[in-house]
């Protein structure tokens, strides 16, 4: 398997895998539409993140798990374990927003602000997330918008309704003669 490492240059690596390992790389890099090298970077960008977070120490114990659900259950009781003061000082000192669900309403999404504005929400089907305020406007415009009325049917002087004729069909009609 060659993986980039480098865009500008266009240089490619040899990598040496295990065959499980490269199955597994395979399967999931399909699931998610995404080339071997790719799934890859993918991976070991998301590695990196846990590292850069996760003590020296916890990361030799996760790696101890013998498969992704052992190693995730304990990655979660290592984050469970963390002092929760610690934890709000790093995301207080965060300054990208963070999201979560609205405790009044589960089905509303929450953006904080690093300034600590709560806005109210939804995300979108391109995963951005839309204010409420903008949910709520588009909702009002097309509330706004008058429904279309079926066309008035003429009507005789007598008041009574005149039937509009049938539209010709398309399909010839069979014929009887045989």
């Known amino acids: 398997m060659k993986v980039k490492t480098d865009e500008a240059t266009k240089k490619f690596v040899q990598v040496s895998l295990s065959q499980a390992f490269a199955a597994d790389l395979r399967a999931h890099a399909d699931s998610a539409d995404r080339s071997m090298a790719s799934q890859l970077e ?5 590695a990196r993140a846990v590292e850069s977070v996760v003590p020296a120490g916890a990361l030799s114990e ?3 798990g013998k498969d992704a659900g052992e190693i995730m ?26 999201y979560g ?5 589960p089905d ?15 995300f979108d089907a391109a995963s951005n997330f839309v204010p409420a305020a903008v949910v709520a406007e588009r909702k009002n415009k097309n509330e706004s918008r008058p429904k279309p009325r079926k066309p008035a049917q003429k009507q005789q002087a007598s ?3 005149v039937a509009r004729p049938r539209k010709a069909e398309s399909r010839p009609r069979p014929s009887l003669a045989a």
């Open 159 to 161: 008041g009574r309704a």
């Open 62 to 64: 996760l790696k101890g």
């Open 42 to 46: 993918h991976w070991a960008k998301i």
């Open 73 to 98: 259950s304990r990655l979660g009781a290592y984050l469970l374990q963390q002092k929760p003061e610690s934890l709000r000082t790093k995301l207080a000192a965060a300054t990208s927003p963070r």
């Open 101 to 105: 669900v609205d405790e009044d309403d």
């Open 108 to 122: 509303v999404a929450v953006r904080v602000d690093a300034d600590g504005t709560v806005t109210r929400g939804r």
